[in-house]
């Protein structure tokens, strides 16, 4: 019996128990690993990955990866950074890859590291292939993260039939300090390269370690519950001191992110309400307010109603509109995690809650 994230085949030899032994090294030539439940998802390669590795993350074999990708890996099946391969996928799929900057610690060596992120150490290594050996404190490596598949429903920890929501190595350190409209950043985090966004201005995508970490999860949970795999589009979010930038007056404590709404298949801007895909953003409203750690999304009443449509067609309950959505309440009502704010039709502004350690964070 051989069992990856939860899910158990019978296979001609061998048992593979959880991703970090999966990526312990390449699976054996010839087996195969089927799930009931799985489906086709895209790929994006990272530096150094190889088509064993990346056959291990999936429980699938190499040989699948280049069948299935023949036409793009040719003859010789090469691979390169950036490059997207097809994979038909055993369910719970892995949440995309995501480059972040780690700060070594005294005490830390190259093992340790690998093994916190569960990496090869040889791709630990490579990416960071200028960095001496005998690296010393406070010395910045680069690591592709390797998160666990995420649960399609999340849930706390411990209820029966639930798992819980994952968690992303975020760098730590980011402080969110004073109110939204009036405070600033403490070693603020950039936002880390991933495949599930693209960042509009890197100079404006720094945010305390706790909403950074908060969004990757609700970004991961969203595709792996939706099947969405076009790109989020982020907007502003905090400068890396945080502060006042025009012409917003909040995000100046790294907790406010804006993010666009997903585009309909084929829809290359958002010129109007049509242009959106109601479905998918009622799941992305829905996945973050799953972490729980989200204080207010803000929307345009004329846009609420829309939404309220969508999760009224895919089956929500009134119970669960009534604590998400302000609508059909007026503007001014005090209710629902959606609330309105003019000009907030083509976007989301999310703000997150204050980390529960983070004593000098502040709300309204």
């Known amino acids: 019996m051989a069992c990856r994230a939860g899910i158990c085949v019978s296979v001609a030899i061998g ?14 030539p010839g087996i195969a690993l089927f799930a009931p439940d799985s489906e086709w998802i895209k790929h994006r390669v990272v530096a150094k990955e190889t088509l064993d590795w990346i056959a291990a993350r999936y429980g699938v074999t190499r040989s699948q990866i280049v069948r299935w990708n023949k036409k793009k890996l040719g003859t010789k099946a090469w691979i390169y950074a950036g490059q997207k391969l097809s994979i038909h996928a055993p369910k719970p799929v892995p949440p995309p890859r995501v480059k972040v900057r780690y700060r070594v610690k005294r005490g830390d060596t190259w093992s340790k590291i690998a093994s916190h992120y569960d990496v090869p150490l040889k791709q630990l290594r490579a990416w960071n292939a200028k960095v001496p050996r005998a690296f010393k404190a406070g010395t910045r490596l680069v690591v592709w993260t ?3 598949p ?4 999340s849930a706390k920890a411990g209820e029966a039939g639930e798992v819980a929501m994952p968690s992303f190595d975020v760098e730590s350190g980011g402080l969110s300090i004073g109110k939204p409209n009036r405070g600033s950043l403490q070693r603020g ?3 880390p390269d991933s495949e599930m966004y693209l960042v509009r201005d890197a100079e404006k995508a720094f945010g305390a370690s706790h909403a950074i970490e908060q ?12 099947g969405y795999e076009d790109q989020l589009v982020i907007g502003a979010m905090s400068l890396k001191r945080g502060g006042r930038f025009r012409p917003h007056r909040s995000h100046q404590s790294g907790r406010d992110v804006d993010i666009r709404m997903p585009r309909k298949p084929g829809r290359k801007k958002i010129k109007s309400a049509n242009d959106i895909d109601w479905g998918m953003t009622w799941g992305l409203i829905k996945a973050l307010a799953e972490t729980g750690e989200v204080e207010y999304i803000f929307m ?3 846009r609420q109603r829309l939404l309220y449509r969508a999760a009224r067609d895919s089956g929500a309950s009134r119970a669960e509109m009534a604590k998400l959505i302000q609508y059909p309440g007026k503007a001014k009502t005090n209710k629902g ?7 907030h039709d083509s976007h989301i502004h999310v ?3 204050c980390a529960g350690d983070n004593k000098r964070c502040e709300s309204y």
């Open 15 to 28: 048992c593979a128990v959880g991703p970090q032994l999966a990526l312990a090294g390449p699976p054996s």
């Open 189 to 191: 985090v950039p936002l």
């Open 351 to 353: 703000r997150f809650k």
């Open 300 to 302: 345009s009443t004329s």
């Open 337 to 343: 995690l959606v609330r309105h704010a003019k000009g």
């Open 146 to 148: 390797n998160p666990a």
């Open 150 to 153: 995420v649960p399609i429903k």
């Open 215 to 226: 969004m990757l999860t609700a970004f991961a949970n969203f595709r792996a519950a939706s």
